[in-house]
């Protein structure tokens, strides 16, 4: 079993800062360097979207054009821990913002990609 728990969501104003944390742990997640590890987000009504993703070993990394520039993802494979620093926040970024780890070398901007899944954190922008 895998768990992934997000931290970090809150309120902030628009303009302003969050810093959203991802903890992997679990018996059978043997090596935490072989998973790609994303961030997507879903706002009420909507699907659940890519916002960023990076490599295991390579530590490439990948974002939605809606985020690029302003969301930076950085993973810390000694501590098994994923983030998101997010910048310049907007009103439209407010949602559930969920870590998901993929094994091996799969499309990382596809949610069917991923294995695994935290509950989730929940991110609100006001104006």
């Given at each position: 079993?895998?768990?992934?728990?997000?931290?970090?969501?809150?309120?902030?104003?628009?303009?302003?800062?969050?810093?959203?944390?991802?903890?992997?742990?679990?018996?059978?997640?043997?090596?935490?360097?072989?998973?790609?590890?994303?961030?997507?987000?879903?706002?009420?009504?909507?699907?659940?979207?890519?916002?960023?993703?990076?490599?295991?070993?390579?530590?490439?990394?990948?974002?939605?054009?809606?985020?690029k520039g302003r969301f930076t993802i950085s993973r810390d494979n000694a501590k098994n821990t994923v983030d998101l620093q997010m910048n310049s926040l907007n009103?439209?970024?407010?949602?559930?913002?969920?870590?998901?780890?993929?094994?091996?070398?799969?499309?990382?901007?596809?949610?069917?990609?991923?294995?695994?899944?935290?509950?989730?954190?929940?991110?609100?922008?006001?104006?």
């Amino acid at each position: 079993q895998v768990h992934l728990v997000e931290s970090g969501g809150g309120l902030v104003q628009a303009g302003g800062s969050l810093r959203l944390s991802c903890a992997a742990s679990g018996r059978t997640f043997s090596t935490f360097s072989n998973y790609a590890m994303g961030w997507f987000r879903q706002a009420p009504g909507k699907e659940r979207e890519f916002v960023a993703a990076v490599r295991g070993i390579a530590g490439t990394t990948y974002y939605a054009d809606s985020v690029k520039g302003r969301f930076t993802i950085s993973r810390d494979n000694a501590k098994n821990t994923v983030d998101l620093q997010m910048n310049s926040l907007n009103p439209e970024d407010t949602a559930v913002y969920y870590c998901a780890a993929a094994p091996g070398t799969r499309y990382v901007r596809s949610p069917v990609s991923y294995d695994y899944w935290g509950p989730g954190t929940q991110v609100t922008v006001s104006s």
